[in-house]
């Protein structure tokens, strides 16, 4: 997945999770899978872009 692709699915799963939670409240067991969902896209950007740009910046 190149980059853009996951920032444009990180950007829809926050929307959908701001709608959730509105709707359903930040602790409806909905609102929990999309945030959990959004920590996962999350944590991959930061595993492939983030920290690659970091320990090239250190060298």
């Known amino acids: 997945m190149i980059k853009q ?33 959004l920590d996962h896209l999350l944590n991959e950007y930061n595993r492939k872009y983030i920290k690659k740009s970091h320990r090239v910046a250190s060298l």
């Open 5 to 37: 692709e996951l920032i444009a699915l990180i950007e829809k799963k926050r929307a959908e999770l701001i709608q959730v939670a509105v709707t359903n409240g930040l602790t409806s067991s909905i609102a929990i899978r999309y945030s959990q969902e």
